[in-house]
């Protein structure tokens, strides 16, 4: 459970790693840090995407914490240094996205609001983003806003089309394949740099794959029938013609302009139909925002910092 310090990729100072347990028992695998520099604006939650863990993001924690919030972050269930859900642990498996729910509900209210100053905000990316969506009505009482990084609400261009791959994860799952992998069809990465569908930014790239290399117990595959299932039955919630109005939270969205792995588009309607919503597309950028080149990412951080700024603000007046 103890964080992975590589000479590349150091473990930012001041971290406390503990576990906390679901109420359904999973063991999930948390850090937190006080910010590094004042004014002290608060505590930022910060939510991974899809086979990602905590030390994917040492950066971005050191930008929060240079910026003076103070940070909480984890890995989901079946990922990072959290338990694993299969006896095969490079199986990226999840029953339902409400088990994420419960996931951040339970580092919320046993890590963030437990220990962190407020006001709270959450930084959350792809796959988290779209949790966020789902667990928005309760998040309402507990944070002021929330960005989304390339948030997954529809499928990108890589494998095939949407309309195919919810309908035969759908149909595998019900004939029980749940477990079984799914390559081909869904969203992957790859870990030759030409040619990826993360990042433009060789570095980064390079630094993320030397951790994974070094500790591949931190890594998992592609998701299995079941994620992909659950997932299609998460966004098509999400995606419904009322979600986005009854939406409670204040939102915004920043999508990547070159992303195949989620759908740009997607996310653009959704912040159509949702008032509470705020939506930028960085054109050029690829999927992980948060990692790639300075001219992308100086992008997402300003409009992030601007964003949680005016709410500060609104707090205040209120």
Known sequence: MDLFDHPDNPVP????????????????????WMPSHRPLKGTVTLLQGRAECIEKYFETISD?????????????????????????????????????????????????????????NILAHSTGGLVVLLAARRLRTQIERAVLSAPLIGLGTVGLPQKIVCPLAATLSAIGLGTAFLPRIGPNASTDFAGNPLTSDAARFARNETVLKARGDLEIGMPTVDWLAAACRAMRQVSGPDFGAAMPLPILIVAAGQDIIVSTRAAEAFARQTRSARYLEIAGSRHEILMEDDLYRDQFLAAFDAFVADGALESVRS
């Open 64 to 120: 929060l914490r240079a910026r003076g919030f103070a940070v909480v972050t984890f890995d989901w269930r079946g990922q990072g240094g959290s338990a694993r859900l299969l006896r095969n642990p490079r199986r990226g498996h999840v029953d339902d996205f409400a088990d994420f729910v419960v996931d951040l509900d339970t580092v919320m209210r046993e890590v963030t609001l437990a220990h962190m100053p407020g006001p709270h």
């Open 13 to 32: 100072e001041g971290g406390i790693c503990v576990e906390v347990t679901t109420v359904d028992g999973r063991v999930l695998r948390t850090a937190r």
